[in-house]
C-alpha cells in the first residue's frame, strides 16, 4: 500500500466519487415523495443504489483519508441541502471508523472493505436526525413545504426514537449487503473495461 500523502489526484478522486454518490443520492430521494415509508426504506435502497460507485471507488483508495474526506463532504453537502447539522457527528465517525477498517486490510480485503462500506452507509441514517430530534420543528416544516399532514403522521410512524435503532441496524447490514452487490457490477463491467 502506498503509505504517501493524499495528492492532488487522490482529492480529485474524492470529489468525483462524492458527487456520484450525491447525485445517486438525490434521484433515490426523490421517491421519498411517494410515500413517507420509501423515506425509511432508503436504509436498504440508498446502500444497495450506492453500492456500485462505492465499490469502484474503493478499487482506487490505496491511503488513509479518503473515505473520512468523502465523510466531510457528505456532512457539508447534508446541511447545505437543508438536514441541518446534528447527523453530521455520525457521518465523520462513519467516515474515520470505515476508513480504519479499509486501511485494516490494505484497502484489498474484500471482507473488510463490505464491513467498512457497511459502517460507511450510517451517513444515511443522518437523513433521520431531524425527524427524530427536532420532531416539531421538522413537521412544520414538513407542513409549510406543502406536504399533507398525512405524509408527516406516517412519516413519523415510519421514522422516531423507537424505530431509529433498527433502522441504523438494517443500513448497516444492507450497505455489507450492497457491497457484494457493487462488487459483481464492477467487476463485470469495469474490470473488463479496464476502468477497476
Known amino acids: ?9 487522490d482529492f480529485i478522486t474524492i470529489g468525483i466519487f462524492t458527487a456520484l454518490l450525491f447525485v445517486t443520492e438525490m434521484v433515490v430521494g426523490m421517491l421519498g415523495y411517494l410515500h413517507p415509508y ?13 453500492s456500485i460507485p462505492m465499490m469502484l471507488f474503493y ?6 483519508g479518503m473515505l473520512t474526506i468523502m ?3 457528505l456532512a457539508i ?3 447545505v441541502t437543508g438536514m441541518g447539522y446534528l447527523g453530521a457527528p455520525l457521518i465523520l465517525i462513519a467516515g474515520v471508523v470505515a476508513d480504519l477498517i479499509a486501511k485494516s486490510g490494505d484497502y484489498k480485503d474484500f471482507k473488510k472493505i463490505a ?10 441514517c443522518a437523513n433521520y436526525f431531524p425527524v427524530v430530534v427536532s420532531a416539531t420543528s421538522y ?11 398525512e405524509y408527516a403522521d406516517y412519516l413519523f410512524k415510519a ?5 431509529i435503532a433498527i433502522l441504523v441496524i438494517v443500513c448497516v447490514i444492507s450497505g455489507f449487503l450492497g457491497a457484494f452487490v457493487g462488487k459483481a457490477v464492477v467487476r463485470k463491467h469495469f474490470e473488463k473495461a479496464g476502468i477497476a
Open 38 to 50: 420509501v423515506v425509511a426504506a432508503y436504509v436498504v435502497l440508498l446502500p444497495l443504489a450506492t
Open 59 to 64: 478499487t482506487k483508495i490505496e491511503k488513509f
Open 71 to 73: 465523510a466531510a463532504l
Open 1 to 9: 500500500m502506498n503509505n504517501k500523502k493524499l495528492e492532488a489526484k
Open 115 to 124: 464491513i467498512s462500506y457497511g459502517i460507511f452507509s450510517l451517513w444515511i
Open 139 to 149: 413537521r412544520q416544516s414538513l407542513l409549510e413545504g406543502g406536504f399533507s399532514a
Open 159 to 163: 421514522i422516531n426514537t423507537k424505530t
Open 77 to 79: 453537502i447534508m446541511f
